[in-house]
């Protein structure tokens, strides 16, 4: 099971760190993607990192802003989220490829985990 955490209430400019970890999952050697959904709006992709955690890709309203990575913690993967903006207001879920060893290019992301609130307000 896939669980998102590090969700809050931020001010504009602000940072934030998701973190999306496995529990009884292997989450490593997996393709994992970000997503959020914002009220009465459908779910959008953020981005992804590939199963070898080597390539990265960023939905154009977040590049330059928010970074996917691998954490020193076995089995979690990181969003770091810059300059935020009210805009980027979500519930925050994180997702894995079914399969090892795919990448951001068609993923069949089947595993999903609780989402995480961010919110950006002043």
């Known amino acids: 099971q896939l669980q998102a955490s590090g969700g809050g209430l931020v001010q504009p400019g602000g940072s934030l760190r998701l973190s999306c970890s496995g529990s009884?999952?292997?989450?490593?050697?997996?393709?994992v993607g970000w997503f959020r959904q914002a009220p009465g709006k459908e779910r959008e992709w953020v981005a992804c990192?590939?199963?070898?955690?080597?390539?990265?890709s960023y939905a154009d309203s977040v590049k330059g802003r928010f970074t996917i990575s691998n954490a020193s913690a076995k089995n979690t993967v990181h969003l770091q989220m810059n300059n935020l903006k009210p805009e980027d207001t979500a519930v925050y879920l994180c997702?894995?490829?079914?399969?090892?060893?795919?990448?951001?290019?068609?993923?069949?992301?089947?595993?999903w985990g609780r989402g995480t609130q961010v919110t950006v307000s002043s």
């Open positions: 997702a894995a490829d079914r399969s090892f060893g795919g990448n951001c290019v068609g993923p069949d992301f089947g595993s």
């Open positions: 009884g999952f292997t989450l490593d050697y997996r393709t």
């Open positions: 990192i590939s199963s070898s955690r080597g390539r990265t």
